[in-house]
Structures are given as structure tokens and as C-alpha cells.
């Protein structure tokens, strides 16, 4: 069982940057994949980013949604056992609230392939 705890969302303005918190309980938290989806009101949870399973930040470990290459980093602590989600020049249309999620699997995409959810942190960007 992985317990998943997110903290840093908030209000911002546009072009302006957060980051996002994960926190995992566990002592397997580098065998799992964590991925960060976002739904915003009336649309479907989308993947945001993801990372490999005990990888660090590189290129080779992590990959994006095309809506958000170049301007979000995800990145891991595996001694601190927490994902990250540097979230930079911010748009209206990231409004949303966040969840973190964490896969036994390979690095997915897609929701379903997530074992574990945090219960979401709010995002809120004005213009």
C-alpha cells in the first residue's frame, strides 16, 4: 500500500510558476512510477507527466504531455520519498486540480495504469 499526499497548489497569475509536492509513505517508493494528471471542471483527468521508477530527472527518465513540454519539470527524491512538479509560465488553461499517482508498472500515460492516487491539490491560474 502506498499512501500519496500533494501540498503546493494555490492561486497564481499567469506566466507565474508553482511547484507541486508529492509525498509517498512506504519504503518502496523507488520501485514505483509517479505520474501527475490534472482534470479542470466538465473534462477528464489527462496525463500531465511522468517519471520512471528510480530514475532522476533526465530526458531518458521522464516524459510530458505535448501541452506542457518546456514549461513543467517533474523530478523525484527517492530519500525523501516525494515526486515533484515544477510548474513554469503558467496559463489559464492549467487550472485545474492536480493528483499524483503512483504505478508498480512501467512509466504510463494512461490513468488506469496507476495503482495509487493522492486526493488532489488545487491549481488555480489567473489572467
Known amino acids: 500500500q502506498v499512501q500519496l499526499v500533494e501540498s503546493g497548489g494555490g492561486l497564481v497569475q499567469a506566466g507565474g510558476s508553482l511547484r507541486l509536492s508529492c509525498a509517498a509513505s512506504?519504503?518502496?517508493?523507488?520501485?514505483?512510477?509517479m505520474g501527475w494528471f490534472r482534470q479542470a471542471p466538465g473534462k477528464e483527468r489527462e496525463f500531465v507527466a511522468g517519471i520512471r521508477r528510480s530514475g532522476g530527472s533526465t530526458y531518458a527518465d521522464t516524459y510530458y504531455a505535448d501541452s506542457v513540454k518546456g514549461r513543467f519539470t517533474i523530478s523525484r527524491d527517492n530519500a525523501k520519498n516525494t515526486v515533484y512538479l515544477q510548474m513554469n509560465s503558467l496559463k489559464t488553461e492549467d487550472t485545474a486540480v492536480y493528483y499524483c499517482a503512483a504505478s508498480i508498472g512501467y512509466l504510463n500515460s494512461r490513468s488506469g495504469k496507476y495503482d495509487y492516487w493522492g486526493q488532489g491539490t488545487q491549481v488555480t491560474v489567473s489572467s
Open positions: 512506504g519504503r518502496t517508493f523507488s520501485s514505483y512510477a
